[in-house]
């Protein structure tokens, strides 16, 4: 795992019990090599041709970004150096010894580097490659990482980092990655990523990933688009694979873009680990807008008393991000009740540890909540009754 630290006084950890700042949630960043680290943003395509001309696989993937009919307000271009090593396991420590020196418009946010001393480990972020341009830029303006230009070590860099990466060890963003018949036989390396998404496209020259991350994100708000029925995408043409032939890609975690019933749209939109786009997507807008509500709850407050009036504040904000959760059907609803299925929780002042007040530094706070679901296929029975 890698700790990515992050500037904030907020640190939300999201676990999955069953089954498993909002800006930037939309955005798509293509990964390309070259001969120096960067990150800029492009929010018209005219603007991206001035760096990367019309011959370029990246000029490509941004032009069909952009040619959907809700397309992103910008598209990242990430630029990482040298090769990307293989990933190194290792387990994630929280920051310590975290300290907050006001400013003007907030604070700024100081911890101990984390090294062999404190329990991280050196090697957790890769030295170089896509895996380390994804860790630098880990907390910008994206969400949806894709390679400009296939290479299985870069790919696997990035899968890592975007499954573990993060101040709490348990990811963020989500990666597309397009196969077709000269690298298939390497999706399987990705099985175990719950946070990658294995398509299949015949024609390699159409960007099909990058047209769904595009109009996938961008037609409704987070929450709100069951990405199977994602469809008719500019640029990118169904299949015209047999019937066999893509139960058989299918079943290697393939999702694939085909023509069903009027539209044309994708055979499914969950990956191999078991997860679907949209929930993933939910968990990162459920994440950062709890963090990005409670941040600005202590920049603007002037004074968050540690105190029963405070811890209110704290509750408030809580509720109000989960509440928005599940207007945007993020949070399902519960059958027999009809009512959101999440619950938050703030400790009582008198559940507060006396240390803990002296170092201003509350502990216990805690959300659960229970994932959307969606109708993906119908099965019907039906009869015919003979008229006598």
Request: glycine share 6%.
């Amino acid at each position: 795992m890698a700790l990515i630290p992050k500037i904030t006084d907020v640190y939300v950890t999201l676990d999955i019990t069953h089954p498993q700042t909002t800006v930037g949630l939309k955005n798509p960043a293509i990964f390309v090599k070259g001969d120096s680290e960067s990150y800029k943003e492009y929010q018209t395509l005219d603007a991206l041709e001035a760096d990367y001309d019309a011959t370029t696989s990246v000029y490509r993937k941004a032009q069909t970004a952009f040619d959907q009919a809700d397309y992103p307000e910008l598209v990242a271009v990430i630029t990482f150096t040298g090769d990307s090593p293989a990933p190194v396991p290792t387990t994630a420590p929280a920051p310590t010894n975290l300290k907050a020196t006001p400013t003007d418009d907030g604070a700024v946010i100081t911890a101990d580097k984390v090294d062999d001393s404190n329990g991280g480990d050196p090697d957790a972020i890769p030295a170089s490659g896509a895996g380390k341009a994804a860790a630098d830029y880990f907390y910008n303006n994206w969400e949806f990482a894709m390679l400009a230009d296939y290479n299985k070590a870069d790919a696997l860099a990035l899968a890592d980092i975007i499954k573990h990466g993060g101040y709490d060890g348990k990811g963020f963003h989500i990666f597309f990655q397009q196969f077709d018949a000269d690298n298939a036989d390497d999706a399987a390396k990705f099985n175990g990523y719950s946070r990658t998404f294995c398509f299949y496209h015949t024609d390699s020259s159409e960007d099909y990933a990058a047209a769904l991350a595009a109009q996938g994100a961008n037609q409704a708000p987070i929450g709100q688009v069951s990405w199977k029925f994602v469809g008719d995408l500019v640029d990118v043409t169904p299949e015209a694979l047999t019937a066999s032939q893509i139960i058989a890609l299918e079943k290697k975690g393939f999702i694939l873009y085909v023509h069903k019933g009027n539209n044309n749209n994708q055979t499914d939109d969950k990956n191999v680990a078991g997860m679907y786009v949209d929930t993933v997507h939910g968990m990162d807008f459920v994440k950062s807008n709890v963090e990005t509500n409670l941040q600005n709850t202590l920049n603007t407050a002037g004074k968050v008393p540690f105190d029963a009036q405070g811890l209110g504040m704290i509750s408030a904000s809580l509720e109000g991000s989960l509440s928005t959760a599940y207007n945007q059907e993020i949070v399902a609803t519960d059958l027999n009740t009809g009512k959101p299925m999440y619950s938050t929780s703030v400790p009582a002042i008198n559940q507060i540890h006396i240390t803990d007040w002296v170092k201003r530094d509350l502990k216990g706070v805690k959300f659960t909540y229970t994932p959307s679901s969606a109708v993906n296929e119908i099965h019907v029975t039906g009869d015919v009754a003979e008229a006598f």
